[in-house]
């Protein structure tokens, strides 16, 4: 055999275990029923080996997670969840929580669903200083700004997060995934500040480690826009600048992977922005990587234009396991999002589906029971 038809062979047998890496669990889930009708109204036919029945509504449930992101209006905070009239209005509607009650939240608000995945920003007992250390960022603007995370490896941090841990097991509700906006800079060409932002992940898998988290999001840093390719004396465009982050990105989501593999939590990568705006990135950085502790955690709707919509998300379901985000946001119109279920199924994609409800005719609370439904209809 040529090195040309080796190397091809190889591919073709990395991407067949992307593709079937999560097919056990997934088979015998689909009666013929379901899946005609699904057929019926969907591009996406049910592909499923060995379909039997339909999922019972035990089944569904267990593939769903709550979703603190949507709710984060009525959490008390630091200032640091958005607009301020929706807060007020948001609580005025539904009162005020914390995050110690959101597992109570999630059983009240999603029958049968005990699954959670929780934003980063609204970790720890706001009125205690300690738990949270001062960080300087770039904002949207592209000009720094003074913000605090939550440092899951503080005394108190600690304390907090066990306290958390009791909770969950009180009400039977656990942390299935950490959508972390805290560890930064994670491609960044200055070192000290790529060693900084691994430090910080690798606080965020201990302290996720705590709760009993699958997985966590890690977003790849660097600009919030990828470089562009440029025209050089070829006339055919290079961009040897995204190479220099992806370059950095890969070096530094394999040693996170390493150790959440230490800890029992896998790194995943979302289509979020900057270089993971790009589904080809995401995957290059996971093959590269070559780690089963880090992999994708697509988003349905966190998308640059209209035709990644559900085109990218086919390229990203055969990388994902364990998380994604069923999202809505008419971003680019209502989108359909029992199709992206489906997708995700037609991938053997076996993880969860977490109810995250950007924008659109309703408050977040009332996205995310829609989303609820959405996704209990199209499993």
């Known amino acids: 055999m040529s090195n040309t038809a080796s190397g091809l062979t190889k591919q073709y047998n990395r991407r067949s275990f992307l593709r079937g890496a999560g097919t056990g669990l997934a088979a015998g889930l ?9 057929q019926a109204t969907a591009p996406e036919p049910i592909t499923h080996a060995g379909v039997k029945r339909d999922l019972t509504d035990k089944e569904k449930v267990a593939r769903i997670a709550s979703n603190s992101y949507p709710i984060r209006w009525i959490f008390k905070n630091r200032g640091n969840v958005g607009d301020k009239k929706t807060v007020a209005d948001m609580k005025k509607k539904y009162g005020e929580i914390t995050l110690l009650d959101f597992p109570a939240f999630t059983k009240a608000t999603f029958p049968g669903v ?26 949207y603007d592209g000009k720094p700004r003074q913000i605090t995370e939550f440092n899951p490896a503080s005394d108190n941090g600690k304390k907090w997060l066990e306290k958390m841990a009791a909770k969950q097991h009180a009400e039977g509700v656990a942390c299935h995934h950490i959508s972390n906006n805290a560890p930064r800079d994670i491609c960044d060409l200055d070192e000290a500040k790529r060693r900084a932002g691994i430090d910080v992940a690798k606080k965020w898998l201990d302290g996720a480690a705590i709760l009993g988290a699958k997985s966590m999001r890690v977003n790849s840093g660097g600009p919030r826009i990828a470089p562009s390719p440029q025209p050089n004396e070829t006339s055919y465009p290079k961009n040897p600048d995204l190479e220099k982050y992806m370059d950095k990105c890969i070096e530094s989501f394999k040693e996170m992977a390493e150790y959440g593999a230490q800890v029992g939590v896998k790194v995943t990568l979302e289509n979020h922005w900057g270089l ?20 994708a955690s697509p988003d349905f709707c966190n998308w640059e234009h209209k035709y990644l919509l559900y085109h990218a998300l086919e390229d990203l379901a055969p990388y994902a396991h364990t998380t994604c985000h069923a999202k809505f946001w008419d971003r680019w ?15 053997n994609y076996i993880g969860v589906f977490a109810l995250e409800y950007e924008d659109g005719p309703w408050d977040g609370i009332e996205g995310a029971k829609y989303l609820y439904r959405e996704v209990m209809a199209a499993l």
């Open 276 to 295: 993971t705006a790009n589904p080809i990135n995401i995957r290059t950085i996971i093959e590269e990587v070559n780690n089963t502790y880090c992999e």
């Open 333 to 347: 119109g209502q989108p359909d999002v029992q199709r992206n279920v489906r997708i995700m199924l037609n991938n």
């Open 30 to 38: 689909l009666a013929p029923s379901a899946l005609e009708a699904q």
């Open 114 to 139: 005990t699954k959670m995945d929780i934003w980063s920003s609204l970790f720890g007992d706001v009125d205690d200083q300690s738990q949270y250390e001062p960080m300087t960022i770039t904002g």
